[in-house]
């Protein structure tokens, strides 16, 4: 399949809700407890700060986030183009900035399309989750430092492989930092094998799948990319990691029963899926 233009967003004109849309989204406002607000309050809850409109720049002056293009979801009432549930949903997550969870952990929410937590102790922080560009965790740990004063990073936690966990490694630790091995990473068993899986090995296939399920390329409006699902967001910033091969106890798995040049192919391709360390590498915007 051919994909022209696939940068640009779409010229269409943006068309009126079908009489059956107004329809559903009309019923789903009467199923709904919508002036139940308690949710909004639960959101704001523990605010110290945040920056303009969450917008996070490259040292280029590429905009790498931003939350500045959906500020159509200030209206409380939702259009007919959007079903009523899921612009509230947009609206909450419109949310941004640094949050107290408790005494002594924090969180800084919508500056990503994830959430950097951080816990203080006796002698410094730990950082869980680094989101996915350098600028957008240094952004971040900047903001934690302006509320909360400047703290050595002691560790850092990866809860799992989305790249959006632990993209930004590099904005939380320096080049100085990493090589001296005096800040643990803590990640869960095999995290390594399910990185190369997600991100190389099926990563091409999930960016298309993602291209249809959060539509990038559409035009932010009411009638287009109107809800703010994260993901449709972020645009990339800096993040790269760099795999080395080194041996694997486990043999290339055995090839399924295919024509001879593939099955070649195939074979060549599996040997190659071994398991791999990774450095993380800064890389220009």
Known sequence: MIQENIGEASQETPKAA??????????????????????????????????????????????????EPYGFLSETEAPATVNPSLWRQSRLNMQHGLFEVVPGVYQVRGLDIANMTLIEGKRGVIVVDTLTSIEGARAALELYFTHRG???????????THTDHWGGARGVLDDETLASGRVPIIAPNLFMEHAVSENIIAG?????????????????????????????????????????????????????????????????TAKRRQRCIFTWRATGS
Request: one cysteine or more.
């Open 18 to 67: 079908s009489a059956s849309v107004v329809a559903e989204n009309a019923a789903m406002l009467k199923a709904l407890p919508f002036t139940d607000t308690a949710d909004f309050d639960d959101a704001a809850r523990g605010f110290l700060g945040s920056i303009d409109n969450a917008k996070i720049t490259s040292a280029q002056g590429r905009v790498v986030w931003s939350l």
């Open 204 to 268: 091409p296939a999930m960016l298309r799948r993602a291209q249809y399920q959060f539509g990038p390329f559409l035009a932010k409006g009411h009638a287009a990319r109107s809800i703010a699902v994260s993901a449709s967001r972020w645009r990339p910033g800096r993040w790269r990691y760099c795999a080395r091969p080194i041996s694997s106890s486990r043999p290339a798995t055995s090839a399924p029963s295919m024509g001879s040049s593939l099955n070649s192919r195939w074979r060549r």
């Open 150 to 160: 400047n703290k050595p990073v002691m560790a850092v936690v990866f809860t799992h």
